[in-house]
């Protein structure tokens, strides 16, 4: 991803000041990283001035380094960290995570947290890991992987801060990163977790395989139907038309009106037992399968609107392809997470054993429309 991280520290000497960053790069640094005079003490000291950590995979090199190898940067990024460490809501011992910027400075997302400190004021010491990025739904986007690795970062430093604290006093109050944690390596493990977020793509873009309903559909023949046709025969053409079996009737109107329950483009099975449907008088049907204990969801919420007196013709428009949209919604979920028996997706999903059939026919009608 493109955006830059950033060690943010509040020093009790030099105040908000970023420690040490990140970025990509194409390639390595040819000389020293930047130009800049930076004031720094054994707080907020991380890499040398001069030195540069480069990691590399085939095309791109990540370069961490004390402060940003251009000048706007740097400033865009002192900023950041000053708002970072210096805000209301980040003031408080547990530290917490924040969201600001706008399309000028970058937008930020930064997480403070505290490492205990006896030598230090309030007994402990505060920094913020910061992401400066151009795009904002981008680095929205980003969040939950930057939380899950900031998370690992602090529990493994818990420990060292215990035997930080239990230690003597030294004669300088100021300690580095790593004299805090204990672990002389600290700066390049963070490195490495930077590099490792950076190199991520945590923007995924789904395929569009939807299938787009026609721009009006009308239900109310549908509606005429199912109010004055025998309960079971409705339900029959119903059930399947939205399970993929083949409807036969004469009139095409008819089967139109049953079509609005389904997404556009949808072609029945063509080895399935073929469902007839005659006007004798009144209309009966022909089927050789049977209607389940009970019907997919769908069916049984789209006759509840049916005929329900209450509901305006206007309102069943949206009623009706809300709710074919919303199956078609449910239907590509499953499809694009690839494991149909997927219980927990399922059922986070809303669908239950009776819907199966119908989720069946359609991941079978996705998969050919892809
Ligand atoms: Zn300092």
Known sequence: MDGILALCHFCETHGPCVILCTQRSKEEPLQTPHTLTVTWCEACQSVDLSQALVSRDNKTTYVTTRTPQQQDL????????????????????EGGTLYFGDNERGHVISHTFTLRDSLARGFYRKYSIIMLMKDKIHLLNSWPMLADVINGAE?????????????????NTARSLSQLTGQPAVFGHIHLWFTWMLS???VIEKPNAGLPLPPFRSPFTLRKFANEWDEVVFQVACFCTVTGYRLEIDDFLVKDAFQVLLPSNFTPFHNAPVCILKNEDRWVVEWGGQLPPRLPTLITVAEKGLKNENLPDAALVPYINGL?????????SIYWSKSNNNSQLLQTLGVQSHDMPLINYWLTQLSLNK
């Open 155 to 171: 529990q493994a430093q818990r420990p060292q801060r215990a035997v930080r604290q239990a230690q003597g006093s030294p004669r």
């Open 200 to 202: 991520c793509e945590t």
């Open 74 to 93: 740097a400033f865009l990024l002192k900023q950041a960290a000053v708002r970072s460490l210096s805000c209301e809501e980040e003031t408080s011992k």
């Open 324 to 332: 074919v949209l919303k199956w078609l919604h449910i239907a590509q």
